[in-house]
């Protein structure tokens, strides 16, 4: 499987973007996802994992209640996801990844970036004051 995130670019603080994540070349249903970000002279840290039956996901603190990802809930197998960000602070500046992994299990979500070995290329999300 490979990963195409598109979606960022300049909002002011309080607004909103939406990211998205395409797969291609596999079947995207047996994958678990996630969304990371990396702003500069930082760590890349965890934002959104979602399972591969879309039921089950996990924010980092800062974005809770103000982010959403989601997939297809009819059909896991699509091949997209999404991040849904609302109410965007200058701290949530970064770039943002997608990134997947097989998972045997439909329900368990993964929070650690070296858990996933699939990424896309990165999306910028610069959020103004």
């Known amino acids: 499987v490979q990963l195409q995130a598109s979606g960022g670019g300049l909002v002011q603080a309080g607004g909103s973007l939406r990211l998205s994540c395409a797969a291609s070349g596999g079947y995207f249903g047996y994958y678990a996802a996630g969304w990371f970000r990396q702003a500069p002279g930082k760590e890349r840290e965890f934002v959104a994992v979602i399972s591969r039956s879309g039921e089950v996901t996990d924010y980092r603190d800062s974005v809770e209640g103000r982010f959403t990802i989601s997939r297809d809930a009819r059909d896991a197998s699509k091949n997209m996801v999404y991040l849904h960000m609302n109410g965007l602070k200058p701290e949530d500046t970064a770039v943002y990844y997608c990134?997947?992994?097989?998972?045997?299990?439909?329900?368990?979500?993964?929070?650690?970036?070296?858990?996933?070995?699939?990424w896309g290329q990165g999306t910028q999300v610069t959020v103004s004051s």
């Open positions: 990134a997947a992994r097989t998972s045997v299990r439909t329900n368990t979500i993964y929070t650690t970036s070296a858990a996933y070995d699939v």
